[in-house]
């Protein structure tokens, strides 16, 4: 029987609630709140897994986990604005590396890596992403991880050693991310609605020279390459003047094609509750995000304005359907759409930009056509006369869980049966047409003169394509057990499990969506976890799981992976109660085994590679040397393929002092081993076939985490918190069958793992040593492919076939230089104030251990008749040999001084605010009179400020779509 509310205020609630429901939402929605039984407004219940955390497939009190996990609330990472969860995550949780992947709305994704990298080859490096028990496939924008709304979000932890992981076997090696959803809780129904309002705008944009200073450095470069020069002094000074627009254009080009600001939005709206028998959550969520791009859709009907909006909705259900049996239902989705004039991206538009020099036409001719050149399109005539592109993409997330409590047969135990379909789908609506442009010039009379139409109008032509599409199928089942003796507290956990993945498109790789395959990628595992804690002190636990691939032969597609832990909470012994300093303190350490069987090859190319391929050959025959057909074996099988394997000791602590100050610190190792790498040292070539990879690659791994946060008193006027984290690690490859190489500098054995490798710049070439070149060539070493002069390059000559100098600069000079480009140092910052109604909210992070590289147009004057930027001002002449820090100029593609080099490498480290957020709450007084609950009013910021060395744009993004920061301004109301 559903009893009704008689209090004026609740029904007024339930009203306005019902009527946003028949008009905002989707009728399968309501469901759950027309279901709801009211209860009283002062009705609270407390969450009994309130303390607990989030493991593999369940929960374990905080204070018995004994392994090395790192959590962060949802309602955390709600304080900024972004298109991606993962760009919530920077600094927020220790082991945890992201990477930023650009800002181009629906196309940039971020790079998520636990503990670092520790593998080589090619395998993925990526965790596993798991939501809400279930694991998820896809990668990049598709990935359904990042498409998630921070405010659907309860938690996101990292599972990092291997006591953690280990239940999830052979995918599992590069770490675990849990997503736990929000889920109803008993109580009366809550309302919530936040909406964002802001803009986006450009971080930093290249800033290249002008007409004049360019074709003052082009003629300068000509000389130098003892040419004739192309401007006259006529021409300079029209381009410095201004006087002739049209044959002596001035024209910045990322100013024509783009805007100061884009706006940005966001509105969500949610629902809560429940009672004995139902309780839900129900959220809405709208995202839009203007591009950079200017309102070409605007100028021309046939463009389109560059915009992106993503539509997410979640249902989670949670039923009690008998006193024993329990269900849970949760669906959820996002419907995306990316609409961009030209392409469906806009990489290729940023790369026209950043090359094409701003005296190369007008933007229009004087008759109002369209300037060009054979050699370069019109960045805005492709903008506005070259069709247009949208894209439109659909995630749903569904699943349901059945649990039957068998207390009949022995307290504690229970049983579930799950089911999980995941889907993918992503389509493309290409509009395209073509335009003419022009170039002009001047006749003797003076006249403007028109070329050839490059390129030629046509209509706007469709088609409709699949882009990308993966569907995924998981079967759960699994029994637990929880139950206490006396002073023993005993858990274990038996699952098995089956999921099913079909991926279409063009991709080659598992992991990703887009694998152009029909036959799907398959796993069945039985994982367990036995948890043992004695008198509150003494902790064991045990976990394991026996996992399969069909991408491996017969025979050797299951393999075992082990884990144990243990741990001692110390504080809990009589001798520490006298200790008053300290809270808590609990000593834990863990030792398994775990896999990744994302290994190299496993797409198109070798996704059998346990099995021979066989295609075309020829033979020639006869004094005619007639060409027969013929067939043969391409690639020789590798019966032994395997995954990686990786064996991780960790040994942590984690203290509370003072009541107020929290400490937990990780130390690990890890030496994987089993990689597939390509099997030069060890197979002969002589064979005149390719070898097959084989499992032979070992890396090692070691690092420590650490993390702090200080509290606050909580009666306090002035309450404020402040936590804090690092993370090193540092890895090496400790084999990798690598061919013999002359110089032994090249080999990667025993190296970091993405060391890169080149020349090490040793400052410029001197006329003395073109003099002493010319006398000797071996005397003063330099590449056989160019022309040394002075103010070139030089680099050190190391490798000869003897292991010294040779005289000669080649591939064999390679040696290590610099570091790699992920940062093995990770630092987050987070604090916070709240006073009076007021709050404050910010978070910094801070990488170290890397190094960006400077290429490309933007560095690279001149190059495939490219533009010249600001720090080509340092060029070497004869006046500056001194003081210079680029090399002279050149009008040719000069194979010297644009070699891979130490000198075109930088410092990657920087310091970024990543958010920072200012509210105030109105007094409840003043809530109470509006009928709310609460009422926030707030600022907040993204990616706002950037301290690094490297002063010509941003070290993560130095090309293509420009990084941004959101600024935006919002409300949240609660009923």
């Known amino acids: 029987m559903i009893s009704y509310p008689t209090n004026s205020k609740q029904l007024m609630k339930i009203a306005f609630i019902f009527k946003t429901c028949l008009v905002l939402v989707p009728q399968v929605l309501c469901l759950p709140l027309l279901a709801q039984r009211a209860e009283k407004a002062d009705t609270v219940v407390v969450d009994p897994e309130s303390a607990a955390v989030q493991i593999g497939y369940g929960t374990q009190p905080a204070q018995h986990i004994t392994s090395a996990i790192s959590t962060v609330q949802g309602t955390s990472l709600e304080k900024n604005f972004t298109l991606n969860l993962g760009n919530t995550l920077y600094g927020r949780l220790p082991g945890l590396t992201v990477s930023q992947g650009g800002s181009e709305p629906g196309a940039s994704t971020p790079g998520l890596f636990v503990r670092g990298v520790n593998t080589i080859g090619g395998a993925a490096t990526a965790p596993l992403y798991v939501i809400d028990g279930f694991i998820s496939n896809g990668s990049g924008p598709s990935n359904a991880l990042m498409q998630l709304m921070p405010e659907e979000i309860e938690s996101v932890s990292v599972l990092k050693d291997a006591s953690a992981t280990a239940i999830y076997g052979a995918r599992a090696a590069n770490g675990v991310v849990l997503i736990t959803t929000k889920a109803g809780r008993s109580g009366p129904l809550k309302v919530s609605f936040t909406t964002k309002q802001g803009f986006n705008q450009a971080q930093y944009l290249p800033k290249f020279l002008d007409s004049y200073q360019y074709a003052s450095l082009f003629n300068e470069a000509l000389r130098n390459d003892g040419l004739a020069e192309r401007y006259s002094q006529a021409d300079l000074d029209a381009y410095r003047t201004g006087a002739d627009p049209y044959f002596h254009p001035n024209v910045n080009w990322y100013d024509q094609v783009l805007r100061k600001i884009a706006p940005a939005s966001s509105y969500n709206l949610n629902f809560s509750g429940g009672d004995n028998y139902v309780r839900y959550y129900v959220m809405l969520n709208a995202l839009n995000s203007q591009g950079l791009f200017k309102k070409f859709g605007d100028q021309n009907e046939e463009s389109s304005n560059s915009k992106y909006s993503r539509y997410n909705f979640r249902t989670n259900l949670d039923i009690n359907l008998t006193t024993r049996l329990s269900a849970q239902f949760k669906i959820a989705g996002a419907l995306e759409q990316t609409m961009n004039p030209n392409n469906y991206t806009t990489g290729g538009t940023f790369s026209l930009l950043a090359s094409l020099p701003p005296n190369a036409f007008p933007v229009y001719n004087p008759d109002g056509s369209f300037g060009g050149s054979s050699l370069y399109a019109n960045p805005v005539g492709n903008m506005l006369a070259t069709g247009f592109y949208k894209n439109n993409s659909r995630t749903i997330l569904s699943s349901l869980k059945l649990t039957e409590q068998l207390d009949m047969l022995t307290p504690g135990l229970s049983v ?455 720090i080509a001002e340092g060029r070497w002449t004869e006046q500056t040999a001194s003081s210079a820090t680029y090399p002279r100029l050149s009008s040719k593609d000069n194979l010297n001084n644009y070699q891979f080099s130490s000198f075109w490498q930088r410092n990657g480290s920087f310091v970024k605010l990543r958010s920072a957020e200012i509210g105030y709450t109105l007094p409840t007084p003043v809530s109470d009179k509006l009928r709310l609950e609460t009422i926030r009013f707030f600022v907040n910021g993204t990616n706002l400020f950037s301290w690094d060395k490297v002063p010509y744009g941003d070290p993560e993004s130095l090309a293509g779509y420009p990084v941004t920061r959101t600024i935006t301004a919002g409300f949240r109301i609660q009923l």
């Open 416 to 870: 579930s049966a799950a089911v999980s379909i995941n889907n993918y789908f992503e389509s493309g609506s290409q509009k395209s047409k073509q335009y003419p442009r022009f170039a002009i010039s001047k006749n003797d009379a003076g006249e403007t003169v028109y070329g050839p139409a490059i390129g030629q109008l046509t209509s706007l032509v469709g088609s409709e394509i699949t882009l990308d599409q993966y569907r995924n199928l998981i079967f759960q089942g699994s029994l637990d057990y929880k139950r206490s003796f006396g002073k023993s507290d005993l858990s274990g956990m038996l699952l098995f499990s089956s999921d099913n993945v079909t991926l279409f498109g063009s991709s080659a790789e598992p992991g990703t969506p887009s694998a152009n395959s029909t036959d799907p990628y398959k796993h069945n595992a039985a994982s367990g976890r036995l948890s043992y804690v004695y008198n509150n002190k003494y902790i064991a636990g045990f976990s394991a799981s026996y996992m399969g691939s069909e991408s491996f032969p017969e025979g050797k597609r299951y393999g075992f992976f082990p884990a144990g832990s243990l741990g001692w909470i110390a504080s809990n012994e009589g001798f520490m109660k006298q200790v008053k300093a300290i809270d808590f303190l609990k000593l834990r350490g863990s030792y398994g085994l775990t896999g990744n069987d994302l290994i190299a090859g496993l797409g198109l190319s070798g996704r059998y590679a346990y099995m021979p391929t066989y295609g075309g050959a020829g033979y020639f025959f006869g004094t005619g040397n007639n060409g027969a057909g013929g067939y043969a074996e391409i690639n020789i099988a590798n019966p032994n393929l395997t995954w990686e394997k990786e064996k991780m000791l960790n040994l942590g602590m984690d203290a509370t002092i003072f009541k107020r100050l929290d400490i937990a610190f990780d130390y690990f190792k890890r030496d994987r081993y089993d990689i597939l790498v390509a099997s030069n040292a060890t197979m002969p070539q002589f064979t005149g076939i390719p070898t097959p990879n084989l499992n032979q690659g070992k890396t090692r791994s070691a690092g420590f985490e650490l993390a702090l946060r200080f509290n606050s008193r909580k009666d306090a006027a002035l309450g404020y918190f402040l936590e804090g984290n690092v993370s090193y690690f540092k890895n090496k490859i400790v084999f990798n069958a690598e061919a013999l190489q002359f110089n032994k500098e090249l080999y990667a054995t025993g190296r970091q793992i993405g060391q890169p490798l080149g020349l090490k710049a040793i400052g410029f070439y001197s006329q003395q040593d073109i003099e002493k070149r010319l006398a000797d060539p071996k005397s003063v070493p330099g590449v056989l492919t160019e022309v040394i002069r002075a103010g070139d390059i030089k680099y050190e000559d190391v490798g000869g076939a003897d292991g010294k100098p040779d005289g000669i600069i080649d591939g064999n000079d390679r040696v290590a230089i610099g570091k790699p480009g992920l940062p093995n140092f990770t630092a987050g910052l987070h604090g916070g104030l709240r006073y009076k109604g007021f709050d404050l909210d910010l978070v910094f992070q801070g990488v170290s251990g890397n190094t960006v590289y400077l290429g490309g147009n933007y560095f690279h004057a001149f190059q495939a008749n490219g533009q010249v930027a600001a």
